[in-house]
């Protein structure tokens, strides 16, 4: 079993920057790949970045890519989302997750995921 819990959501204007926190508990950090996904309201789960086991590869959405960096402290058990330029349409409930697999950004191949913190964008 992993625990995962979020933190550092928020409201934040168009053009600002947020860092998420996931803290995990439970079995051994460094044995599960790790990865953001974000929930948009009447919307399906979808993929933000990922990053494996050892934090060398990381994965992104398109969407994201040179806006929002993901990174992992195997010391602290956490993984990180740093978002800049945040816009409007990046408002959700973001979710930390875990993989026993190297990496994955299918949200299916995922076993243990947080409680969720919503991050809300103003225009």
């Known amino acids: 079993q992993v625990q995962l819990v979020e933190s550092g959501g928020g409201l934040v204007q168009a053009g600002g920057s947020l860092r998420l926190s996931c803290a995990a508990s439970?079995?051994?950090?460094?044995?599960?790949?790790m990865a953001w996904f974000r929930q948009a309201p009447e919307k399906e789960r979808e993929f933000v970045a990922a990053?494996?086991?050892?934090?060398?590869?990381?994965f992104y959405a398109d969407s994201m890519k040179g806006r929002f960096t993901i990174s992992r402290d195997t010391a602290k058990n956490t993984v990180y989302l740093q978002m800049n330029n945040l816009r409007p349409e990046d408002t959700a409930v973001y979710y930390c997750?875990?993989?026993?697999?190297?990496?994955?950004?299918?949200?299916?191949?995922?076993?243990?995921w947080g409680q969720g913190t919503q991050v809300t964008v103003s225009s």
């Open positions: 997750a875990a993989t026993s697999l190297l990496a994955a950004t299918n949200r299916h191949q995922y076993d243990y």
């Open positions: 439970g079995r051994i950090f460094s044995m599960f790949g």
């Open positions: 990053v494996s086991r050892t934090g060398g590869t990381t």
